[in-house]
């Protein structure tokens, strides 16, 4: 199945936009740009030149993913969350050379109106909360919220906030899926289920 893209939509030549992809009104994607399969840009939304996007990743309505940003598969982004990729913009100072990189890792969630400052990592299934200020590194399966966003707790693969202590060493299991956690030295991983009891 191929790309389908709204008649106000502009999608420059040379983009490459993956099977079942769909892209809304009023958006543009630049010709560089490359997007995978089954995904979802929703109204008036950009995307740069130099941006990759992988399978399943749903973009909301009036997102701007500049250039230097990466999301990977299944990447979750709220309505009018802000990606940026200069760190210190001034009108009169050309600073493409500069553009700081930004990797949204595998089914990570970036809510409503949120900010991410350029050069960070957001990890795996972290969850950033509405409205919430990312200048630094998210660990994966962090729940971050605030200005600047702290981490305020671990989230689940399915979205389910987690018992675990911030730091120490302890296991949780997701209350929906049955999946058990693991925290230590400072990281959550998900078990692999031969040893989830």
């Not at 598969?73 to 553009?99: H, L, Q």
């Not at 200048?135 to 675990?164: K, T």
Request: charged share 20%.
């Amino acid at each position: 199945m191929a790309a389908t893209i709204h008649p106000s939509a502009i999608v420059d030549e040379g983009a490459r936009l993956g099977d079942g992809t769909r892209v809304w009104h009023f958006a543009h994607v630049c010709a560089g740009a490359r997007i995978g399969r089954a995904c979802s840009l929703g109204q008036n939304v950009f995307v740069g030149n130099d941006v990759r996007i992988g399978d399943r990743v749903k973009i909301q309505n009036n997102v701007s993913v500049y250039d230097a940003v990466t999301l990977e598969d299944e990447v979750f982004c709220g309505p009018s969350m802000v990606f940026t990729n200069v760190y210190n913009p001034r009108a009169a100072v050309v600073r493409k050379d500069e553009y700081r990189r930004t990797l949204v890792r595998r089914g990570a969630s970036i809510g409503a109106n949120a900010t991410i400052v350029c050069g960070v990592t957001i990890g795996e299934y972290a969850f950033v909360a509405a409205g919430a200020v990312v200048n630094r590194d998210v660990p994966a399966f962090a729940l971050m919220a605030g200005v600047p966003a702290r981490q305020i707790g671990w989230i689940s693969r399915f979205g389910e906030r987690l018992p675990l202590p911030l730091s120490g060493a302890a296991q949780a299991v997701c209350p929906h899926t049955g999946d058990t956690y693991l925290l230590e030295r400072g990281a959550c991983t998900l078990l692999p289920a031969t040893s989830q009891r």
